[in-house]
């Protein structure tokens, strides 16, 4: 660790012993205190979904014994509940259109059936059952309010969309991004050159469809996991609700918020690498108008990589604020810092990446490492009006600064000479983001249809500085490659970074900046037409508009105007409350700018944007109201591509498809059983020239035919549980030229968890458990990741 890295740590230890001292010796609210009867009046918030998850969430919130029969609940949803009421006030409120009702007893309170006109109706007396959330829909998501920008019951959305919730997040000790989406079907990761997170949505590569709280989070770097609720995954075409971008499917990420829910949770990691990482999530009510809540994070870790290590912490407090039982206002920050090894993997051999250990480094992981600095500011306001109309106003404020520098394999092996090619540079980045998104939802009835109504602006600029110099080997202004010994691929020769200028050679490289402002309009109407039958209409305008300055070889300066307009309608269809089946139609586009609003230049600037068009078909099915089963049917086409002429001339052309079915699988088997995850198949195809690069007809990177994976939770008892996953990916192409294969895999994973007291559990998880030996992700031909062999990490959780 170096020493500006252990002054890091030793402030962090300081707040981290700070925040424990506190949550331990700061008064908590009594339950006793604030709820002694029926009568005491208490604030919720409680969203639409389920109606078994509802009363497990107003048990908690209540701090109440609630008695009731899983089988009542079966396919029951609520309205939600939001404000000040008296807890049977509340319940009813809870229970409204169910045909139940509550029943006061002497230990708490009970859900029954409401009686019959019957002279002498009978009463079912359940025995009191304490509902806690630790045993119900661990890995089931009900509802989002991402996917429409409305609280919506993810049966009711028309599109693929999967949910890692918390609960998975913790039991498969999921650190990252990637971690995240390994058992999401339909997804997959690419190598993002060592320093960013990049996801491959249905064939198409991305490193800017991330989103924090709907709102854009398109910067290159790794994203920790410490300050986050759950991760969505929304798959095709997005732009209406999240605009330019969203090409092959979207991530976005449900922060933790303060909330009436007190925590103080801890944890302790440690495992294979030397890997040392801890998480703080303190929660506190101050009163009934307000609640707060920090998460910290401090990770030190090794690699299975030769040379490969990496650092990073977090601290994100939020505060949430209740001024009246129709407003709320949240507000929150992030300080985030990593910094790492930008390693770039292993390099190809006639078609196959090269037989070497795994652990072997290409390049030089001295001068190859990655760091960037997030500084992030959110609120949100949201107010509802006594005529039934919501208010929400979204901002985020957030600057980054990203560099990055890597030597690496930038050719395949030579077998006559035994050599390989290296090559070098480093990219900075500094981008500042402002965004602002404001929506109005209103729900009204015209006749016997029911339209569930939003509409909204949003406004955002992005100012972004880009510059990259190239490696010049042996201080030689001409050597940008350097042939190495395939048996010793490490150089210590000097590396000049230099930003080339057009000189002799004509080469040139960025130095630019580029200032885009985005204005937003978009409306959208959920139709209920009868019970059975709804649909989802909705339409987006985006104004986009890019000042980009070449500081660097020509100076050139241009600006763009893209108007974009991205449909979505949807059909969903309900023979029984618990099926729907669905059709959709949705757009979505990519700018020339490209993800990270660097890429336009004079050859580009009068051209359209690139189109994805998303056809999708399926059914979702609640088999029970912890466990959805989920399969989809899809085409995407990608259009307006650019392919290059004799002459230096451009035009665009359809660019390629991709078809795939889904099938997915998540909740609860039985009441001790627990699984995620499912299976895909997919084919890809470029279906005209692209120049230089493919031909019509070859196939799409690094989207393999196959990929099963399932992870599976079984508690032995109250207190032991084991799990187990398997993920099997079929072979894929590297890149567009088709010429290197990534062999296929299956992998195992396992964990184990056990309660040791009421206050501490742990868990033991195993990655890999059986060493398979093979390749995670790649970036091109000649940048080839391994995967891990056997990991093991033992994590202690300490909750008061």
């Given at each position: ?37 029926s ?13 078994h ?17 899983p ?43 409401v ?76 190598q993002?050159?060592g ?115 990496m ?21 929150g ?14 390099t ?66 030579d ?17 500042e ?98 019970p ?8 987006r ?43 959709t ?13 660097t ?79 499912g ?18 007809g ?29 993920i ?53 031909d ?19």
């Open positions: 660790m170096t020493i500006r890295g252990f002054t890091r740590y030793i402030c962090f230890c300081a707040v981290f012993v700070s925040v424990c001292l506190a949550a331990v010796f700061l008064p908590q609210p009594s339950v006793a205190q604030s709820i002694n009867t009568a005491a009046v208490r604030t919720y918030d409680i969203s639409a979904g389920y109606l998850d509802a009363l497990t969430q107003f048990s908690q919130q209540a701090g109440i014994k609630l008695a009731l029969d089988a009542l609940l079966q396919g029951k949803v609520t309205h939600g509940l939001t404000g000040d009421f008296e807890i049977k006030a509340a319940l009813d409120q809870l229970l409204i259109g169910s045909g139940l009702q509550v029943a006061q007893r002497d230990d708490g309170f009970a859900i029954v059936v009686p019959s006109a019957s002279p002498e109706p009978a009463v079912t007396t359940l025995p009191a059952i304490q509902v806690t959330a630790s045993n119900t829909n661990r890995y089931a998501a009900v509802s989002t309010s991402t996917a429409t920008k409305t609280n919506t019951l993810l049966r009711d959305v028309p599109q693929a969309i999967s949910v890692i919730t918390n609960e998975l997040i913790k039991d498969q000790s999921v650190r990252s991004i990637g971690d995240a989406v390994r058992y999401v079907p339909g997804v997959g990761i690419s993002g050159e320093n960013r997170d990049a996801l491959v949505f249905r064939g198409n590569r991305s490193t800017g469809d991330f989103f924090t709280d709907g709102i854009r989070d398109d910067v290159e770097y790794y994203r920790d996991l410490y300050n986050i609720e759950r991760v969505e995954v929304l798959k095709g075409a997005n732009g209406m609700i999240f605009g330019r971008g969203g090409s092959g499917g979207v991530v976005n990420r449900v922060s933790k918020q303060a909330n009436w829910n007190p925590t103080n949770e801890f944890s302790f990691q440690g495992g294979s690498f030397n890997l040392k990482r801890m998480t703080a999530d303190v929660g506190y009510v101050i009163n009934d108008m307000a609640a707060v809540r920090l998460n910290a994070l401090y990770e030190d870790a090794g690699s299975f990589r030769d040379g490969v290590s650092e990073r912490l977090g601290i994100s407090p939020t505060v949430t604020l209740k001024p009246t039982h129709r407003t709320k206002i949240i507000a920050m992030e300080r985030y810092h990593d910094d790492r090894t930008a390693d770039r993997g292993i190809s051999f006639m078609g196959r990446p090269v037989d070497v250990d795994r652990s072997q480094f290409f390049g030089d992981p001295r001068r190859s490492h990655a760091n960037v600095d997030v500084l992030a500011f959110n609120s949100l306001i949201e107010h509802k009006f006594d005529t039934g109309v919501t208010l929400q106003n979204r901002t985020n404020y957030a600057t980054y600064d990203k560099f990055y520098q890597n030597v690496f394999a930038s050719g395949g092996l077998d006559v000479l035994n050599e390989v090619s290296l090559g070098a540079y480093s990219n900075a980045t500094k981008r983001n402002v965004f602002n998104q404001t929506n109005l939802l209103y729900s009204l009835n015209t006749g016997p249809i029911a339209h569930t109504l939003m509409a909204g602006i949003e406004v955002g600029r992005q100012e972004t500085h880009n510059r990259r110099a190239t490696g010049l080997f042996n201080n030689s202004l001409a050597m940008t490659s350097l042939p190495v010994s395939f048996s010793n691929p490490i150089t210590h020769v000097p590396i000049t970074f230099r930003t080339r200028n057009g000189g002799r050679d004509g080469d040139v490289d960025a130095l630019n900046r580029s200032v885009v402002n985005v204005t937003s309009l978009y409306i959208q109407d959920q139709i209920e037409i009868i059975q039958l709804q649909a989802i209409v909705g339409v305008y985006d104004l986009f508009e890019v000042d980009f300055q070449q500081k660097n070889g020509l100076r050139e300066h241009l600006k763009t105007r893209d108007d974009l307009i991205a449909p979505r309608f949807g059909l969903i269809y309900k023979p029984i409350t618990p099926v729907s089946f669905y059709a139609y949705s757009q979505a586009y990519v700018p020339r700018a490209g993800d990270q609003l890429a336009l230049n004079v050859t580009t600037e009068t051209l359209k944007p690139e189109k994805f068009t998303t056809l999708e078909t399926g059914v979702k099915w609640d088999m029970r109201p912890d466990l959805a089963f989920t399969a989809a049917v899809y085409q995407l086409d990608r259009t307006n591509v650019i392919n290059s002429v004799v002459g230096g001339q451009t035009f665009l052309t359809k660019g390629q498809r991709t078809e795939g079915v889904e099938v997915s699988l998540s909740g609860q088997l039985t009441s001790n059983w627990s699984v995620m995850g299976y895909a198949y997919q084919v890809g195809e470029i279906t005209s020239d692209i120049q230089g690069v493919a031909k019509k070859a196939s799409v990177a690094e989207l393999p035919r196959h990929t099963f994976s399932m992870w599976s939770r079984y508690d032995i008892t109250p207190s032991i549980g084991a799990a187990f996953g398997v099997h990916r079929d072979s894929m192409l590297a890149s567009l030229t088709n010429r290197v294969t990534l062999p296929d895999f299956t992998r195992v994973d396992a964990a184990l968890f056990t309660q040791f007291t009421k206050s501490f559990r742990g868990q033991l998880n195993i990655e890999n458990l059986f060493n398979t030996k093979y390749f995670a992700s790649a970036q091109n000649f940048n080839i990741a391994p995967g891990s062999p056997i990991a093991i990490r033992a994590t202690l959780i300490a909750n008061f």
